[in-house]
């Protein structure tokens, strides 16, 4: 995986752009350091990280993606770790400029159930909310979001 996301994967320029305009990228090799590697309880690489200045964990994803496929976890990860700050409007941001660009995309359904939470949480609009889960489950229905949100109307 790990060759494969170095020949594929971070080539791509909006994948280039997008890593360095958000992240402080570190490559470690948790096969030689086995604190870092217990501290983050990896087990599998490539992995990724999204951490704090503190090193605090907020999300991660194990193994290879295609370019698109990575650009998503990468708005996952920036919004794991934005929300939790308080910092909605930055999370929703960038979750929502690019949605219709992944159209299609298996992983659209966490994105757009990420974005609603993060828009939620930011604008306390229970109707908007509720809406986005229910186009989830509507156009998306047997994906694990569209099984994951249910609520009485």
Not at 4 to 21: F, G
Not at 65 to 72: K, S, T, V
Not at 104 to 113: E, R, S
Request: hydrophobic share 40%; with cysteine.
């Amino acid at each position: 995986g790990c060759k494969k996301l170095y020949a594929e994967t971070y080539p791509n320029p909006k994948v280039e752009q997008e890593m360095n305009e958000w992240f402080v990228l570190l490559k470690l090799d948790l096969i030689k350091d086995r604190e870092i590697r217990r501290e983050l309880a990896a087990y599998w690489t490539p992995s990724f990280y999204f951490l704090d200045h503190t090193g605090k964990s907020y999300y991660n994803f194990n193994g290879y993606l295609p370019a698109d496929e990575f650009r998503i976890i990468l708005r996952l990860g920036y919004a794991e770790t934005m929300i939790p700050k308080g910092k909605y409007a930055d999370a929703v941001d960038v979750m929502s400029k690019v949605i219709e660009q992944f159209e299609g995309n298996p992983l659209l359904p966490k994105l757009l159930a990420q974005n609603g939470i993060a828009n939620y949480i930011k604008t306390k609009d229970k109707q908007t909310f509720m809406k986005v889960m229910k186009d989830i489950q509507i156009n998306y229905p047997n994906s694990l979001e569209a099984k994951m949100y249910f609520w009485e109307e």
